[in-house]
């Protein structure tokens, strides 16, 4: 292999994470930064799924946000965190400069994964 050829990367360890689409009901949060929305941290109201969704109007923000998120996510599978426990543990935190900011008592609740999918497509 020389410099000019491109690297090839291996990955050797990934945490576990819990799934990320379900069939149930989601009960979420709404990720602010500045006081703006930029997506929504998600749990399943009958299994063990969870996830960030950007809004898509929120840019890089809302995207790098989700990168923040995954990690929390993956912190609170490996220590026993249900996805609702998670959801409501870093309510009312000061503002993340990566993951924002989720209000105290702003849990909210969509039928369907799908709809909130359509609600972060604005």
């Given at each position: 292999?020389?410099l ?11 945490p ?31 299994d ?75």
């Open positions: 292999m020389s000019k050829d491109d690297p090839k990367f291996n990955t050797v360890w990934v576990e994470s819990h799934p990320q689409t379900t069939q149930s009901a989601v009960r979420f949060v709404p990720v602010t930064m500045n006081g703006a929305v930029v997506g929504y941290l998600w749990a399943a109201v009958t063990d799924a969870a996830r960030y969704v950007a809004r898509e109007d929120s840019g890089d923000a809302g995207f790098n946000a989700g990168v923040a998120w995954v990690q929390r996510l993956r912190w609170a599978k490996a220590n026993g965190v249900t996805p609702l426990q998670a959801l409501r543990h870093w309510a009312g935190h000061e503002e993340d400069p990566r993951a924002g900011r989720v209000d105290p008592d702003s849990e909210q609740e969509c039928p369907s994964l799908r709809a909130l999918e359509e609600l972060a497509a604005g």
